[in-house]
């Protein structure tokens, strides 16, 4: 079975603080996504990560970053946390796909529901 | 520009009945993939189908069934002699096949309430 878990379920940071979520998947996926998930949004990706060193920008990633030094792990950086990203915070991974196309199926972690104070 | 509706927000049932979860999308490609997953209320999404989009066969797994339909671009999912184990929150989401890695762009989501 595919693994995917991240470092909490539940995170209280406060305003300023800088903020790191941890992703570790164990099924050698080169490809690897941060979520976020709110009421009446659904899930918004933030960045995604295609290999070793790559990231790529989602659709909202202003006041995040990422790093994957390693294959199996992909990290969401706040660098200054706000009251605004108080959120749930999902990972995903999935294997790659043939060049060109999709459909691959992404699994995901448990989520750590992250509150800014 | 790609885009996925669930238009039922929240959806409550009594045990035993059957429940239909909607879902709309908008795509410009030809190629592309449709999903559904679970999410209980541990907050873990569960894949639960994927097709696409030149395979228009309905599936059945179960008391899950799945219709779609390209000429509405939907992709509706139905849950038969529905249980309290069913209640969680299920997203659709597409998937371009330009992609590389399949990006998902979910819907809002629809949280399915089963009362005993």
């Known amino acids: 079975d595919v693994k995917v878990t991240q470092s909490s379920r539940y995170l209280v940071k406060r305003t300023g603080e800088k903020v790191f979520l941890e992703c570790v998947q164990d099924?050698?996926?080169?490809?690897m996504f941060w979520y976020r998930q709110d009421p009446g949004l659904g899930l918004r990706l933030i960045y995604f990560?295609?290999?070793?060193?790559?990231?790529e920008k989602g659709d909202i990633p202003e006041g995040y970053s990422v790093s994957r030094e390693k294959k199996e792990r992909f990290s969401l950086i706040l660098e200054s946390a706000s009251t605004n990203q108080t959120s749930m915070y999902l990972c995903?991974?999935?294997?790659?796909?043939?060049?060109?196309?999709?459909?691959?199926?992404?699994?995901f972690g448990p989520g750590t529901r992250l509150t800014v104070l | 520009a790609q885009k996925v509706t669930q238009a039922q927000t929240e959806i409550s049932v009594v045990e035993k009945e059957d429940v239909t979860l909607d879902c709309v999308y908008e795509?410009?490609?030809?190629?592309?993939?449709l999903f559904w997953y679970k999410q209980p209320p541990s907050g873990e999404l569960v894949f639960l189908i994927r097709?696409?989009?030149?395979?228009?066969q309905n599936e059945i797994s179960g008391r899950y069934s799945w219709n779609f339909q390209k000429s509405t671009s939907s992709f509706n999912f139905t849950i038969t002699a529905s249980q309290v184990v069913d209640s969680a929150v299920y997203f659709c989401?597409?998937?371009?096949?330009?992609?590389?890695?399949?990006?998902?762009?979910f819907g809002q989501g629809t949280e399915l309430s089963v009362k005993p």
């Open positions: 989401a597409l998937s371009e096949g330009y992609n590389q890695g399949g990006k998902l762009i």
């Open positions: 990560s295609y290999d070793v060193k790559m990231k």
């Open positions: 099924m050698d996926h080169e490809n």
């Open positions: 995903a991974s999935s294997p790659q796909g043939l060049p060109g196309t999709s459909g691959v199926t992404q699994y």
């Open positions: 097709r696409n989009s030149f395979d228009e």
């Open positions: 795509t410009r490609d030809t190629t592309y993939y």
